[in-house]
Structures are given as structure tokens and as C-alpha cells.
């Protein structure tokens, strides 16, 4: 059984930082491509950023700069840590995976974490 677990969400000041986490198992961690998506109340999800085992990444304008998208395949973990946070950031975060790093970017996914909670105060 395939489980995505994301942590690291809270409370935060704009300008302040964050480091999300997400832990996968029952799957081939290397062999899948993760991305962090979010989802704010009343908008659609959105993908902010996604990588693969060979180095690929991919930003949202919106967060290039501030967003880094990171992964340990030792640890079957992504990160994302994300730095000079705005009220806007506020969001449900969530990761996903997908064999297919192309698909990941046009937002399908295998499997999605449970979502952890970002509230950025101005």
C-alpha cells in the first residue's frame, strides 16, 4: 500500500520560512517523480514545484526564488523549503508522485500525501 505522509506545515510571519517534508513508502521512491502542490480555499490546486531522480525540476513563477524542491532517495523524502513567505502562500500543501515526470507537470498523479496546513500572517 502506497502512503505519502506530508508534514511540516504551521504558523508562520510573512518573510519568515518553512520546510515541508514528505516521507513515501510502499513505493519505488527513485523511480518516481514528486511534486508539491497547494490548493487555497475557493481556488484551484496548483503545482508549485517537481523533481525527478535525474535532476529535472520545475518552478511556478510564482515561487522561483523562494520555493526549493528537493528529495532524498536514501530517505524516500522530498522537501520543500520555502523561504520569504507571503500572505498568499497561505494553503493546503500537498505532495504527489507520478512514475511520469511529464505527467506530473500537467498535474496528474499516482498518489497525493494527506495535505499539511500553511498560514502565512501578515
Known amino acids: 500500500q502506497v502512503q505519502l505522509v506530508d508534514t511540516g506545515g504551521g504558523l508562520v510571519q510573512a518573510g519568515g520560512s518553512l520546510r515541508l517534508s514528505c516521507t513515501a513508502s510502499?513505493?519505488?521512491?527513485?523511480?518516481?517523480?514528486m511534486g508539491w502542490y497547494r490548493q487555497a480555499p475557493g481556488k484551484e490546486r496548483e503545482l508549485l514545484a517537481a523533481?525527478?531522480?535525474?535532476?529535472?525540476?520545475y518552478y511556478k513563477d510564482s515561487v522561483k526564488g523562494r520555493f526549493t524542491i528537493s528529495r532524498d532517495n536514501a530517505k524516500n523524502t522530498v522537501y520543500l523549503q520555502m523561504n520569504s513567505l507571503k500572505p498568499d502562500d497561505t494553503a493546503v500543501y500537498y505532495c504527489?508522485?507520478?512514475?511520469?515526470?511529464?505527467?506530473?507537470?500537467?498535474?496528474?498523479?499516482?498518489?497525493w500525501g494527506q495535505g499539511t496546513q500553511v498560514t502565512v500572517s501578515s
Open positions: 504527489a508522485a507520478k512514475r511520469q515526470y511529464p505527467f506530473l507537470i500537467l498535474g496528474i498523479s499516482d498518489y
Open positions: 510502499g513505493l519505488t521512491f527513485g523511480s518516481y517523480a
Open positions: 523533481c525527478d531522480s535525474g535532476n529535472r525540476t
